[in-house]
């Protein structure tokens, strides 16, 4: 018997029926399941080091805001003042008094400029470790009992004290006018202080009408007082 031969194959092969699936062997290949080109894989993996790096940047930029913000909170934070250890002089400052309202040293409650409608307000910045600050003192508690039924109210500012100590500073110079406590500097840096003690005299419109920078003297006080009340000589 005669062996078929390839031609015989070739011949005997029938054409698969219209719309019917090519043989398994037949099938055209799915992109997908070729294998990825050299080239393919570089440009994946560049793909990826640009997003880290765009991630990277942004960590960065998010960074540094965050260390821009604190550098300039730091900067506008109440700084520590000098000593002006010198005697005062009086000088003229026409602007608004900013807004004040601290609690009370030794005592309950707060207190503020608000609280002393259509009164003249000797604000004293001072504290217990300021040695000008106690030269001053008994001046200052003397023209409190002078002028404080003229229409003149006296309040004290304890600069970043402790508060058992700014009250044995009010017993020892026998000081009976309120003071408010400032912790923090907030209240100094609001009234742009450069040094203890500071002293204002603030007018019932709430108006700065004098500073003082250094120790008052009581005469220097009184007679600006009296000027303000218009009865100065």
Known sequence: MQRPTDDD??????????????????ATPDPRSRPRRPESRREAAFARLAVYAMVGAAIVLVVA?????????????????????????????????????????GGDGELGLADFPGKFVVLNFWASWCGPCRTEA????????????????FIGVDYRDN??????????????????????GALAFDYELTALPTT??????????????????????????????????
Request: hydrophobic share 40%.
């Open 9 to 26: 194959h070739r011949t005997n092969v029938k054409p698969a029926p219209a719309g019917a699936e090519p043989e398994p062997d037949q």
């Open 65 to 105: 805001g965050l260390w821009r913000l604190r550098s300039l909170s730091e900067t506008n934070a109440p700084q520590a003042l000098s000593i002006a250890d010198a005697q005062a002089v009086a000088r003229t400052d026409d602007r608004p008094a900013p807004p004040l309202r601290a609690p009370v040293l």
């Open 138 to 153: 008994p001046g200052l508690e003397a023209m409190w009992q002078r002028f404080g039924d003229r229409g003149v109210q």
């Open 163 to 184: 508060d058992a100590a700014g009250e044995a500073f009010q017993r020892e110079f026998e000081i009976s006018y309120p003071s408010v406590v400032d912790p923090t």
């Open 200 to 233: 204002f005299v603030i007018t019932p419109d709430r108006r700065i009408a004098y500073r003082f920078v250094g120790y008052v003297d009581e005469d220097l006080l009184r007679r600006t007082l009296l000027r303000v009340l218009g009865d100065a000589p």
